[in-house]
Every structure is written in C-alpha cells, then in structure tokens.
C-alpha cells in the first residue's frame, strides 16, 4: 500500500531512491504527506522508518515537528523527506517566467521569504502572512537542522527539482529551541591548555550550518590549504567577507581579552582537533592561538604539510618566543600582499 502511495504522489525515480534504505512495505515504517505535528502523533513509538513526501518548507515551528518524529523512531530508525532549496527554487522561478520578470520577482521573494523570515523585527510579520508556508531554506539550513535535531545525514539527492534526504536517529533530544542567529557568530573553539574559549566572527555560512562540519568533512575531505572542499554551507556573500578578511574582525575582542596572540595556530574546533595527530594536538595546548596562524608564512597544501607547518612554528616558538612570531608576521605579510593569499 505505502509503495502505491509513494509512487503515486512522488514517482518511480523518487520510490526507487528511497527503497535503497528503507521498505516502504515494512508495517513498522510510517509514510504520510503532511506539515501536521497530528499526523505524526498519531503513529506509535519505535517506527524502524518515517517517510514524509510533504516539502518541509511548509512545515511551521520545523524544529518541533523533527523533535516529534524523532521521538517517534527507535535509535538508528530512518527519516525521509524532502525540501525545496533555495537554488531550486531559484531554478524553477526562472523556468517558470520570462527573465525580466522572474528576476524582478525572485528578488522581492527572496527578501521577504528569506531576509524578512530571519531578522528578528521581521520574522513576526513573515509567519503572520504565510503560516509558515512556502519557506525558502538552504540546503545547509535544511540539513543542519536535522543534524540539531539528533539525526545524522545518512544521504541526500536531488530529483525532480527537489531535495531529498535520508537521515537516521542517532539520539534522543528532550529540546530543540529556535537559535537566534545574528550576523556576530560566536564558535566555541580549543584554546590554551586545551580550554575552551568562544571566538567571534561575522556569519558568512547559512543558519545552522555549523552543526554539519562532520557531515561535510566526510563527504568532501578537506581541500588545498585545509579548508572543506565544495563547503555548500558558505553564503556568497560570506565568501567575500572570507576572502578579504573581513569575517575576522571581530576576533580582535579575543586579541584584547587576552585569548588570542597576533601571531599563532589557528583557533580549532573540537572536530578539526581530532584530525591531527596526538602529538601535535599535546603541542598546539601548550601555547595560545593566533590570529595570523602559520599557513600564511608556510603556505602548505595538505592536512598534512598544515601540521609540519603548525610543529616547526610551535618549536621555533618555544625556542625564542618574539623573533619567531616576528618572522612568521613579516613572512605571512609579504605572501598576502605580495602573492595575494587569501582564505577561501
């Protein structure tokens, strides 16, 4: 019966996509259409698998109407749905009218489904007209959320202009607030002595995004210079502030509160810390991180070459401290200006 229903309303090529992981004919797996938490309330807890062919872009307080479903799978049990992105939608406005009018009409959609539904003195009056209806999501946003959620990304894939998503329940959440997101972004990263410390800098990834840095290293690895490669998460105009370092200066706060030096290793998030070797992560606790990290005066290409680069500065460092921050700045200065190196 499920299988009639999804073919029905989906077609083959999305009923084919989603056997690949779950059964749709399992009595255990759950399949509706729906942005009614009702519908979901209704089936029993333990499902091995939920299917959902409605959009969540019409899903009103999304992160509630997750948290339901997970409650509702048993632990590795599998979610399905899909969501229009953003580029999507983009691609279907220009398909559907003539350029003039599809560009006039995609960027008066895009401010008051996506900007106005964002900012704080706006949102009130975005949800009073639509309900919550008809959203415009990023992919980062869409996927982030889940993994906030307690999911983990099993697969996605785009079919028919619409992106679909497998995701199993890696735990249970009691609370899936709504985070306030801002243009100042606050990023708990590994300072000295293995502390704790929150950096700051100006958002240039979508809402939620930072939720999927393990999702992205896995399915991309990291690319020249030790950044994601194919990082979908950056907005386009966060690539901008990235490249002319714009995005860092709010990290000036960390430099004053005593953080932070001018010249050290880059500030690392737990998961990026976990890529290195054990001995250089013993080496990287023993002195403060640096707004200027060795990357710029070394310029390396792998993960690799970064952490021969990170050792030799740490070891030059722990020998005469000031001659050798002094060389790295002067260094880094001239392949930045003079060899235009730049964060990606």
């Not at 059964?23 to 942005?35: A, H, Q």
């Not at 003195?121 to 008809?134: D, E, P, Q, S």
């Not at 009691?174 to 704790?196: A, T």
């Amino acid at each position: 019966m499920n299988k009639d229903i999804l073919i029905e309303e989906q077609g083959e090529k999305v009923y084919s996509y989603i056997s690949r992981f779950i059964n749709v004919e399992d009595e255990n797996v759950g399949v509706v259409k729906t942005s009614n938490k009702f519908n979901i309330r209704k089936f029993s807890n333990g499902k091995t698998g939920i299917v959902n062919l409605k959009k969540i872009n019409d899903i009103n307080k999304m992160n509630e109407f997750f948290k339901l479903i997970n409650s509702k799978l048993e632990i590795d049990g599998v979610f399905v749905g899909c969501v229009e992105t953003k580029e999507e939608r983009r691609s279907r406005i220009f398909k559907k009218y003539p350029l003039g009018i599809a560009q006039v009409y995609y960027l008066f959609d895009f401010i008051f489904k996506r900007v106005f539904s964002k900012l704080w003195v706006t949102k009130w009056l975005y949800f009073f007209v639509t309900a919550g209806r008809n959203q415009v999501l990023s992919k980062a946003e869409a996927l982030g959320r889940l993994v906030y959620c307690g999911f983990e990304i099993v697969d996605e894939c785009e079919i028919d202009n619409l992106n679909y998503f497998v995701v199993k329940k890696e735990k249970f959440v009691e609370s899936v607030k709504e985070p306030r997101f801002s243009i100042l972004f606050k990023m708990k990263r590994v300072g000295k002595y293995g502390k704790m410390i929150t950096v700051y800098k100006i958002r240039t990834m979508h809402p939620y995004a930072e939720y999927l840095q393990a999702y992205i290293y896995k399915i991309h690895n990291l690319q020249k210079g030790g950044k994601f490669k194919n990082d979908f998460r950056i907005t386009t105009w966060g690539k901008v502030l990235r490249r002319l370092w714009i995005d860092e200066i709010p990290m000036i706060f960390n430099l004053v509160k005593g953080q932070l030096k001018i010249v050290g290793v880059r500030p690392l998030s737990k998961h990026y810390l976990s890529l290195y070797t054990s001995e250089l992560k013993e080496k990287r606790i023993e002195i403060k991180p640096g707004l200027v990290p060795p990357y710029y005066a070394d310029l390396p290409s792998t993960l690799e070459e970064i952490m021969q680069s990170e050792i030799r500065y740490i070891n030059a460092y722990k020998v005469n401290p000031i001659i050798t921050d002094l060389k790295y700045l002067f260094k880094a200065s001239s392949n930045i200006i003079i060899n235009k190196a730049r964060s990606k």
